[in-house]
């Protein structure tokens, strides 16, 4: 069933706290640093899960089986911990298995994507139920600032949803189709970031680069931000092969403040698998690209995801993957098993692979990314980067490069949400990166 609400007052005689948890992607991320603040404005507080609160909220993931597991543990996690809690789940696996999470014990409220944005609402009327409903494909706005008090990098949302349906993906069906955030309300937020002191944004959507609103697109959005925050670094998110071209080289050169990193998933490095994956490229056309970003943006850290063990996936076929990304202008990988998921078309697939083949794999590119990486942490050692310093852990202080290398230096002084030219030193036996304030 679905129910809406209007804006409700807050009808309570005390104060009551909540817990905000985040699964999976950066999306989820960014999406729960927005709840936060509409809980905040209704007059809710949050609290650690240590002090017992009111409520606990989910935001889930469903991409994998593993998301799926993680739920249900922590779930359980909380009802071990928390005395009564009110638990909503929200977001992605809400939206693919609304019953099964309502069952599931004090799961109060099962929310979906459609009315994520009606969880302050929802939670003050107190009234249990399943809030799941068809997402539209209508441009949106947000309604909160995305800034995120406890992180100095904040995510900003432009976009959401997939019409790509790659067969091995469920996301289509639990984000909906491809829709885009209004331009003026982008614009309005991240002008907002950086009056704020924020010293890095991150452009976030579940398809990127297929952003288009008021006729613009996601370079104008790209540009815009540039131009408009100078003194702020702008970063790209994870976005599709085929949504991007060599304007961005052109960005990269003309302005500074634009990361240089691209997280740009190939999935497979065969073009069997590829097209059996629904993806819309050839290896060849992957390379080419990557080939000319290298060439053109020196000192661009380049990075993917890998799928091991989709059905009918060979020795033969990922050997193949493997030798590519070995030679291939790629700086580290993300190694992820293939899940099956139940409305992806790829579970109908024959050929399964075994268990103990994809594990098996699946540790050879993950020790191939560490020799890679390992390789782009030397080649940047002896060089002087701008470093953005995020918190202190251990006396020690860390940071990050344009490039999104991990940097750790030494100062009595507080580096906190800062920008500091350093030299790097890698150091082998920690195979850490040592900076050194210049």
């Known amino acids: 069933m679905s129910q809406h609400f209007d804006i409700l007052p807050v009808i309570m005689n005390q104060t009551k706290t909540f817990t905000m948890i985040s699964q999976g992607c950066r999306l989820n991320h960014a999406e729960s640093a927005v709840i936060r603040q509409a809980l905040n404005a209704k007059g809710l507080s949050e609290v650690g899960m240590e002090h017992d609160p009111d409520i606990v909220i989910v935001n889930t993931c469903t991409v994998t089986e593993n998301g799926d597991k993680d739920t249900i543990r922590l779930v359980r996690k909380i009802n071990r911990t928390c005395t009564q809690p009110a638990i909503a789940l929200v977001g992605c696996q809400s939206q693919m298995q609304s019953q099964q999470l309502s069952d599931l014990q004090n799961v109060k409220w099962v929310i979906g994507n459609a009315n994520k944005s009606q969880i302050a609402p929802i939670i003050l009327n107190e009234s249990k139920g399943i809030y799941v409903e068809k997402i539209a494909s209508t441009p949106f706005s947000q309604g909160y600032s995305s800034f995120d008090p406890s992180h100095c990098r904040v995510n900003l949302k432009i976009q959401d949803g997939c019409d790509f349906y790659c067969s091995f993906c469920v996301i289509p069906f ?83 403040n634009f990361c240089r990193y691209l997280h740009l998933p190939i999935q497979s490095g065969n073009d069997t698998i590829l097209n059996k994956m629904r993806r819309r490229y050839t290896r060849s056309m992957y390379d080419d690209f990557i080939t000319e970003i290298k060439r053109a943006v020196p000192n661009i850290c380049i990075g993917t995801d890998v799928i091991v063990g989709f059905p009918g996936e060979t020795d033969g076929l990922f050997e193949d993957t493997y030798q590519y990304l070995s030679r291939a202008p790629i700086d580290y990988f993300h190694v992820f098993r293939y899940s099956e998921r139940t409305m992806a078309h790829s579970r109908k697939f024959p050929n399964s692979v075994p268990s103990a083949d994809i594990q098996s794999r699946s540790q050879r590119l993950r020790d191939l990314h560490t020799q890679k990486w390992q390789a782009f942490m030397k080649a940047q050692s002896n060089t002087i980067q701008t470093v953005l310093f995020e918190q202190k852990k251990k006396g020690v202080w860390v940071g990050k490069t344009q490039q999104f290398v991990p940097v750790y230096t030494t100062s009595d002084r507080s580096l906190k949400n800062t920008l500091h030219p350093v030299k790097l030193v890698y150091e082998p036996s920690t195979l850490q990166m040592i900076g050194e304030l210049v």
């Not at 790209?222 to 960005?251: G, H, K, M, N, Y």
Request: hydrophobic fraction near 35%; aromatic fraction near 8%.
């Open 174 to 256: 639990a984000r909906g189709p491809a829709r885009s955030r209004d331009w003026d309300d982008i614009m309005a937020d991240a002008q907002g970031l950086c009056n704020m002191g924020v010293k890095e944004i991150v452009l976030t959507g579940i398809n990127l680069g297929t952003y288009a609103n008021q006729g613009h697109d996601f370079y104008d959005v790209l540009e815009a931000l540039l131009r408009q925050s100078p003194s702020t670094r702008i970063r790209i998110s994870s976005i599709e092969p085929t949504t991007v071209d060599t304007r961005l080289i052109e960005l990269w050169q003309t302005y500074p």
